[in-house]
């Protein structure tokens, strides 16, 4: 089993999912956040990566289950992406860290003018940068947030895209932010599911 792709040359940003049960995911997930969270009032959160009880949410959204399971991609774990209005700076250019390049994201509130924007940065100018150490993979991770307001004047834009109408196949290894524009509504909230496996077939270009 080879999960994660260091080429990633022929792998697409993202790939659509046809969804027709989004309306019901987006209603299910905001009960779990009405009931359980203050998400709706926070303001000043920065950290945007929420850990929650997956499993208790998961408990209560018997639609998003239901749809993993007809696109039959096994999921280990689901977290909750925040964007408060203390974000407008956007969320800082980064890239994910092996085993894994992908994962499955959903729009979930206040989807519209929020921007996810990958970045064409070569491998060999990953060394201009710092790196910190990711202790969950134990690899040494690139700190692109020098570059952060930087970034579309040193390097191609890859692709800019709003996720509002469809759950994503999402391609965290390529570097990218996320843009909020200037009518975008907070909290911005999204779902991530992380598959056990990389769903690379949908990815190839
Ligand atoms: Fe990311």
Redesign the pocket.
């Known amino acids: 089993m080879i999960n994660y792709v260091p080429d990633q040359s022929n792998i697409k940003c993202i790939h659509e999912l046809e969804c027709d049960v989004l309306d019901k995911i987006q209603e299910e997930i905001m009960n779990w956040v009405v009931d359980n969270t203050n998400f709706l009032d926070e303001k000043e959160d920065m950290g945007f990566w929420k850990k929650i009880d997956y499993k208790a949410m998961a408990r209560v959204c018997p639609g998003l289950l239901k749809y993993m399971a007809s696109i039959k991609i096994p999921i280990r774990e689901i977290t909750v992406g925040l964007m408060t209005e203390s974000m407008t700076n956007g969320f800082t250019l ?3 860290a092996p085993p894994l390049n992908f994962k499955i994201n959903f729009p979930i509130y206040n989807t519209e003018d929020v921007w996810t924007e990958w970045y064409d940065i070569p491998q060999e100018d990953f060394s201009k940068f710092a790196s910190w150490t990711n202790h969950h993979s134990n690899t040494a991770q690139v700190d692109f947030s020098q570059i952060h307001d930087t970034v579309q004047d040193m390097y191609p834009c890859l692709l800019k895209y709003n996720m509002h109408k469809c759950p994503i196949v999402f391609n ?1 290894f390529i570097p ?1 932010r996320v843009m909020p524009g200037p009518g975008a509504k907070y909290p911005r909230i999204m779902i991530a599911t992380m598959p056990v496996n990389d769903p690379i077939e949908l990815m190839r270009k």
């Open positions: 980064h890239n994910g965290s990218h």
